[in-house]
T-cell receptor, first 115, second 114 residues
Framework: KQEVTQIPAALSVPEGENLVLNCSFTDSAIYNLQWFRQDPGKGLTSLLLIQSSQREQTSGRLNASLDKSSGRSTLYIAASQPGDSATYLCAVRWVYGGATNKLIFGTGTLLAVQP | DGGITQSPKYLFRKEGQNVTLSCEQNLNHDAMYWYRQDPGQGLRLIYYSQIVNDFQKGDIAEGYSVSREKKESFPLTVTSAQKNPTAFYLC?????????????FGPGTRLLVL
């Protein structure tokens, strides 16, 4: 069964700290992996998408890495700010999904950055 | 502004009642999706559609129905057969046939049972 797991479920850090969020997935035959941000009661915003042939993607203070062989991805946030406080979700599209672009989501990591 | 709109923001359902959640997009995306989000759980796919007048069941389609009469619109009906409808419902859309295929999400509708 294709599953996505995110640990920890919640994380609290002081402002300015660098942090890493973890995502693991069963079955390395992925098509791509995405990281999303969700603010309370809101929809999801795509942060980074990594194709299976890529090792990492960067956007501003965010860097996402992908290691298919170990079934892991990390989201690195540099110099965290209170505005980064949100739930971060990892989602995987596997090759078997065909043209449907079906995503399997993890349960998310709730991040709180303390001022 | 291009984007996805969902309405209403909050919806209340009485026992035995069918309710319909609206989702509209002006991104000219081919595919549209409905997800359900429960506390402490990830998003789960209810239905998806890749083309007008065609749609497929996702992982938790029981108790739900959809239609896709227009490319821009993908309404979701929560029927009385859905015994535990209280959840946050998210609609998304994406292009197909492109390398990126990022899904774009609407703001969500929270459904509560009276």
């Amino acid at each position: 069964k294709q599953e996505v797991t995110q640990i920890p479920a919640a994380l609290s850090v002081p402002e300015g700290e660098n942090l890493v969020l973890n995502c693991s997935f069963t079955d390395s035959a992925i098509y791509n992996l995405q990281w999303f941000r969700q603010d309370p009661g809101k929809g999801l915003t795509s942060l980074l998408l990594i194709q299976s042939s890529q090792r990492e993607q960067t956007s501003g203070r965010l860097n996402a890495s992908l290691d298919k062989s170990s079934g892991r991805s990390t989201l690195y946030i540099a110099a965290s700010q209170p505005g980064d406080s949100a739930t971060y979700l990892c989602a995987v599209r596997w090759v078997y999904g065909g043209a449907t672009n079906k995503l399997i989501f993890g349960t998310g990591t709730l991040l709180a950055v303390q001022p | 502004d291009g984007g996805i709109t969902q309405s209403p923001k909050y919806l209340f359902r009485k026992e035995g009642q069918n309710v319909t959640l609206s989702c509209e997009q002006n991104l000219n995306h081919d595919a549209m999706y409905w997800y359900r989000q429960d506390p402490g759980q990830g998003l789960r796919l209810i239905y998806y559609s890749q083309i007008v007048n065609d749609f497929q069941k996702g992982d938790i389609a029981e108790g739900y129905s959809v239609s896709r009469e227009k490319k821009e619109s993908f309404p979701l009906t929560v029927t009385s057969a859905q015994k535990n409808p209280t959840a946050f419902y998210l609609c998304a859309s994406s292009m197909l046939g492109t390398y990126q295929e990022t899904q774009y999400f609407g703001p969500g509708t929270r459904l509560l049972v009276l």
